[in-house]
């Protein structure tokens, strides 16, 4: 069964980080790219950032871009997201998604950003 468990949301004060965590089994991690994605309350599905299988090609959208880092262990099959400097409008669910299609989701972690 193909799982992505993502963690570390929570509370963080604008300007703030965290870093987020998606586990992922029950598929061959290493062979399909990543994706983070968000949805902030009354909006609809924004992509955040790709990842390649190997790391070697990472996309960002323009919003996050210098703010937010992805990585991958593929030893360890999790995906992170290190998000810096964040802004009270990135208070969203964020999920982790398998592959170009993004055919597997999380359930998602809530990030709230307030003061």
């Known amino acids: 069964e193909v799982q992505l468990v993502e963690s570390g949301g929570g509370l963080v004060q604008p300007g703030g980080s965290l870093k987020l965590s998606c586990a992922a089994s029950?598929?061959?991690?290493?062979?399909?790219?990543m994706n983070w994605v968000r949805q902030a309350p009354g909006k609809g599905l924004e992509w955040v950032s790709t990842i390649d299988s190997d790391g070697g090609v990472i996309r960002y959208a323009d919003s996050v871009k210098g703010r937010f880092t992805i990585s991958r262990d593929n030893a360890k099959n999790t995906l992170y997201l290190q998000m810096n400097s964040l802004r009270p409008g990135e208070a969203a669910v964020y999920y982790c998604?398998?592959?170009?299609?993004?055919?597997?989701w999380g359930q998602g972690t809530q990030v709230t950003v307030s003061s």
């Open positions: 998604a398998r592959g170009s299609g993004r055919s597997a």
């Open positions: 029950g598929f061959t991690y290493s062979a399909y790219p």
